[in-house]
């Protein structure tokens, strides 16, 4: 997102938690670990000291695993310049409570403190190569999200704008649930027809929770919900894919985790499913076997026996109203 930024003529400042990693960055120009040999432009600084970054910039992007987030939104207490704004990149909800980060930047720094978070089919190293890529922005203020599409927009990345904050993060999250489960089946070689299948009832389960959750039907139908859902499903740079294969290939959680060595979100999200079941009162069966899967025993194969199993339906519209 950075580089993004740059190519749009804005200066920032690059913090990471790994001060050799930064350093590096800095020296080279290249994070040659998550994208190659992609060049970093001169108006990204690298910087190690935190403190540093949050007293020079106003506008903090927020790209850090979901099981840090809270973490470090609570690190954040008396450390922000007046009137700084917070835009998360993070696809995940909160693992104690299952809330979406949004929910987290209000409880803990206050529910005045201006925040956006910018969703959709974004592979990283697509955006760095200047590929052609359009997210969405969700802020409160509304106003707030025209400003951070109007920083982002331009030469090979289109934003557009929404404020249904809500609905843009459940997408995000469950959506790399939904892409373990799409990954398994092709681990087990069931076939493009097994695939489709999956993707399209996944995206049932994410209009039941749209519904319950008082999120909007356009949302899901957009970047955030169907976009990324078809992203994360079909292409093997998903990491939650790639999880979901190896599972089906019957490596266990640690392996895989460890050999594809990033952080893998939908894996972090699945551990939680059985809370959105219980708040919301509502089916997730896709999801649910995931969870069973990755942390229950379930084998890979048991799982999809109980999916084919369910008792038959009828397909109302499969979006909310």
Not at 98 to 127: H, N, W, Y
Not at 264 to 283: C, H, M, Q, S
Request: glycine share 10%.
């Amino acid at each position: 997102m950075a580089i993004a930024l740059a190519r749009n003529g804005h200066e920032s400042f690059l913090w990471g938690r790994d001060p050799q990693l930064i350093d590096r960055i800095r020296q080279t120009r290249r994070n040659e670990t998550y994208l190659g040999d992609i060049e970093i432009p001169v108006a990204v600084e690298a910087c190690a000291d935190l403190d540093k970054v949050l007293q020079s910039a106003r506008d903090i992007f927020i790209a850090i695993p979901s099981a840090a987030f809270p973490s470090f939104i609570n690190s954040l207490q008396d450390r922000l310049k007046p009137g700084s704004r917070l835009i998360s990149l993070t696809k995940g909800l909160e693992m104690e409570t299952a809330d979406t980060l949004d929910r987290v930047i209000a409880r803990m720094l206050g529910e005045s403190t201006p925040q956006a978070v910018v969703s959709g089919p974004t592979f990283a190293r697509e955006v760095a190569r200047g590929l052609p890529t359009a997210v969405t922005v969700a802020a409160r203020p509304q106003s707030l999200a025209q400003v951070v599409a109007g920083w982002l927009h331009g030469p090979g990345l289109r934003a557009y704008t929404s404020d249904d904050m809500i609905g843009v993060e459940l997408g995000g999250a469950l959506k790399n649930v939904l892409a373990i489960a799409v990954g398994i089946a092709d681990g087990l070689g069931m076939g493009a027809n097994a695939r489709a299948a999956l993707i399209t009832r996944g995206l049932a389960e994410l209009s039941r929770l749209y519904r319950a959750a008082g999120a909007r039907s356009e949302t899901l139908m957009g970047l955030s919900g169907v976009g990324d859902l078809v992203l994360t499903c079909t292409d093997d740079q998903s990491r939650n894919r790639r999880l979901g294969m190896a599972i089906g290939k019957r490596q266990s959680l640690d392996e895989a985790l460890h050999a594809i060595g990033q952080a893998v979100e939908g894996a972090t999200t699945a551990r939680i499913v059985p809370v959105l079941i219980r708040r919301y009162g509502i089916e997730l069966p896709i999801c649910e076997q995931v969870h069973y899967v990755l942390y229950e025993g379930v084998s890979a194969s048991e799982a999809v026996e109980r999916l084919l199993a369910r008792e038959p339906k009828d397909e109302p519209g499969t979006f909310c109203r």
